[in-house]
């Protein structure tokens, strides 16, 4: 976003050693001038830049579980039990695939959902931290979809996979989709079937993924990073729902992760505000990017 770059996540992939690759990043970014931002990292690389004297801001949070732990006994889960109970009474089952493995019908009803679930969004589906259909459609990636006793597409659900050492260790929620009459709870359903299917796989970890922009972000001497922050927040709050979908999450587990935006200058926080207001708002010109600053 103009000068400042701005990532998402850790870093990753296969290298010898990620810290000098980590390095050659800034030093690219240097040469040319432009001011790196990381975004929702964890907490093992923030630990890494705060030991080059990087500072860091709480922006997300990120809900995870163990397969082999999650249970649906006990009254936290009440929600969630009540869900697959009904689902399982009318006959709704989840049918566990790639992409270009669901039957053609399957397919073309995601889309339809999809592109409805946008077009009430009246914004295009936010690349930046959700997931949608681009990136669906990859053989790693596991498409989880409820159907009724009719064939109908309920909702779906895609999960990215955790690699670690080349195996493939957990999965991260990416796009969660709900038909506009699927039955109450039918989401709950598709992730509680999920998570028993990483169970089954072996899988260590399931991560719901993380929620932005769900809480005000607080630290002394980020006034204006954390006002523009709050203020994208409220205006995608209602389009979006970040707060709604921290709740919806909490139901499988309160195992939060915070996630960190890690900054190297504090003079820089201004524009750095202003280029993430763009990453999450692309319509937004540098001009209503500093109306926003200044308001």
């Known amino acids: ?47 890494v830049l705060a030991a080059r004297g990087w500072r860091s801001l709480p922006v997300a949070e990120e809900t995870t579980l163990d397969p082999a732990a ?52 009246r914004l295009p589906e936010m690349g930046f931290t959700l997931g949608g259909l681009d990136e669906i459609d990859d053989p790693d990636v596991q498409v989880v979809v409820a159907v009724d006793a009719q064939e109908r597409v309920v909702a779906v659900t895609s999960w990215l996979p955790v690699w670690e050492s080349g195996a493939l260790v957990g999965r991260t929620l ?26 089954s796989a072996g899988l260590r970890r399931t991560s719901l993924s993380a929620t932005p922009l769900a809480r005000p972000a607080e630290q002394a001497g980020v006034a204006v990073l954390g006002a523009v922050l709050a203020l994208v927040g409220r205006l995608l709050e209602p389009v979006y729902g970040f707060r709604s ?39 937004l010109t540098w001009g209503s990017s500093l109306r926003l600053l200044r308001g």
Not at 20 to 39: H, I, Q
Not at 76 to 102: E, F, H, I, Y
Not at 252 to 267: I, K, N, Q, T
Request: aromatic share 10%.
């Open 1 to 47: 976003m103009g000068e400042v770059v701005v990532t998402v996540s850790d870093p990753f992939g296969a290298t010898g050693d990620p810290e000098a690759a980590f390095g050659e990043f800034l030093a690219f970014c240097d040469a040319r001038a432009w001011t790196p931002v990381f975004y929702s990292v964890h907490e093992g690389w923030r630990a």
């Open 70 to 121: 999650f249970t649906l006994s006990g009254r936290a889960m009440q929600d969630v039990r009540t869900a697959v109970n009904r689902a399982r009474r009318t006959d709704v089952v989840t049918v566990d695939a790639s992409w270009t493995a669901l039957a053609g019908p399957l397919r073309r009803q995601i889309v339809a959902i999809s592109e409805h679930w946008a077009a009430d969004k």
């Open 174 to 199: 990416d796009m969660m989709r709900r038909a506009p009459d699927a039955p109450n709870g039918a989401m709950e359903f598709t992730i509680a079937e999920s998570i028993e299917a990483h169970r």
């Open 245 to 283: 979908l921290l709740r919806f999450k909490s139901k499988f587990g309160d195992a939060a992760e915070a996630l960190h935006l890690v900054y190297r200058d504090p003079m820089q926080l201004p524009a750095i505000g202003a280029a993430i207001a763009r990453c999450y708002l692309p319509q």
